[in-house]
């Protein structure tokens, strides 16, 4: 078995999976929901896939397509601590995903929490402009607005 590895996410891999503290607090200020939450409404609004490293669930990830503007995408993702634990096989898996999306997509936008410096890194490094932190509902916590392409 290759050391990463992506595939469609199933039930199964939602129910044991463990998110990181800073994913599980972004998830609940933003939008009142747990990872689990989370990872199921995407499987209902997105092609919804998990990435495994070393043979650990390192995370969810899928981009649901915005039904006002045709062509645009809202990434999102919940990671487990593997993506610390293995950041090079992660970062070099991270690439195909991102370029699958572009070539979906003619844009892609989305918001994270300022507090989650490990993805906005990731994001900023996959080539997404990352826009100033301003309060988000419902708490008033900082998010960023990150965004990729055109008409975003």
């Given at each position: 078995?290759s050391?990463?590895?992506v595939?469609p ?15 599980r ?8 929901h747990?990872?689990k939450?989370?990872?199921l409404?995407g499987?209902?609004?997105?092609d919804?896939?998990a ?18 503007k ?5 990434p ?7 993506i610390?634990e ?7 898996a ?10 979906r ?7 994270v929490?300022a ?15 990352i826009y100033?932190?301003?309060p988000f ?8 607005l990150?965004?990729w392409?055109?008409?975003?």
């Amino acid at each position: 078995m290759s050391v990463v590895y992506v595939r469609p996410a199933s039930p199964e891999d939602v129910e044991l999976f463990e998110a990181r503290a800073c994913d599980r607090e972004e998830l609940w200020a933003g939008f009142r929901h747990t990872p689990k939450d989370a990872m199921l409404l995407g499987m209902q609004t997105s092609d919804t896939y998990a990435v495994f490293l070393h043979g650990k669930c390192a995370g969810v990830f899928g981009v649901v397509p915005s039904p006002e503007k045709c062509g645009i995408g809202a990434p999102w993702a919940v990671f487990s601590d593997v993506i610390t634990e293995h950041p090079l096989p992660f970062l070099r898996a991270s690439r195909r995903t991102v370029n699958y999306w572009r070539e979906r997509f003619y844009g892609l936008r989305n918001f994270v929490d300022a507090r989650n410096t490990v993805v906005i890194s990731w994001l900023a490094w996959r080539g997404f402009r990352i826009y100033p932190a301003k309060p988000f509902v419902p708490d008033g916590q900082d998010f960023h607005l990150f965004a990729w392409g055109q008409y975003v």
